[in-house]
């Protein structure tokens, strides 16, 4: 069973249930800057943000490294982060700030690309809600990038491998095929 949403004009298949092998769809760094969204803004100097609170849908879209915020609450979580049910980071995004989802009390869900080699401090700190984190990756890559990951996510979350991701309407085992498409 999945749900369907749509999204920087994609659609957004995700599971509900825990099997890793689930198709899920992420925003492309390279489609159309049309949003859905309800609010957004700058995350990074090639990263944006994008919420849409119809479906609590926070979004991570561009390339390169989040800003931090350890010193400074996220623009989203200010406005947003009670709100904040599901957190969907795009390929390209190669690091989580320090600070960016902490304290968002209602967040369920985090969708990891593989593209993802860092997470800072307390990224998700006080997100006691946190129930799933799938990652487009094998497991292996994931512990080895991230060992901590029960006190990264908090010991509440199920950890998902291997999913499979479709952009635009094309299935890829591994992202990397996907940016060496037309």
């Not at 990074?44 to 979004?59: K, P, V, Y």
């Not at 990891?112 to 094998?138: M, Q, W």
Request: glycine fraction near 8%; hydrophobic fraction near 30%.
């Amino acid at each position: 069973s999945t749900t369907t949403t749509t999204n920087k004009s994609t659609t957004t298949t995700k599971p509900t249930s825990t099997t890793a092998t689930t198709p899920t769809t992420v925003p492309s760094s390279t489609e159309s800057t049309t949003v859905l969204a309800t609010s957004s803004g700058k995350c990074g100097d090639n990263a944006e943000w994008f919420f849409d609170e119809t479906t609590g849908t926070l979004i991570i879209s561009g390339s390169g490294d989040m800003w931090d915020y350890s010193a400074v609450e996220p623009e989203w979580v200010t406005k947003h982060g009670i709100y904040i049910k599901e957190v969907t980071i795009s390929y390209g995004i190669t690091s989580i700030g320090a600070g960016s989802f902490k304290n968002c009390l209602n967040l369920e869900t985090v969708y990891i690309p593989s593209s993802v080699v860092k997470i800072g401090a307390g990224a998700f700190d006080g997100c006691y809600n946190l129930k799933n984190v799938y990652y487009e990756g094998a497991e292996e890559d994931f512990r080895n990038l991230f060992p901590q990951a029960e006190s990264i996510f908090g010991s509440t979350a199920n950890f998902n491998f291997d999913s499979s991701i479709v952009v635009d309407g094309n299935q890829y085992e591994d992202m990397t095929d996907a940016e060496n498409e037309p």
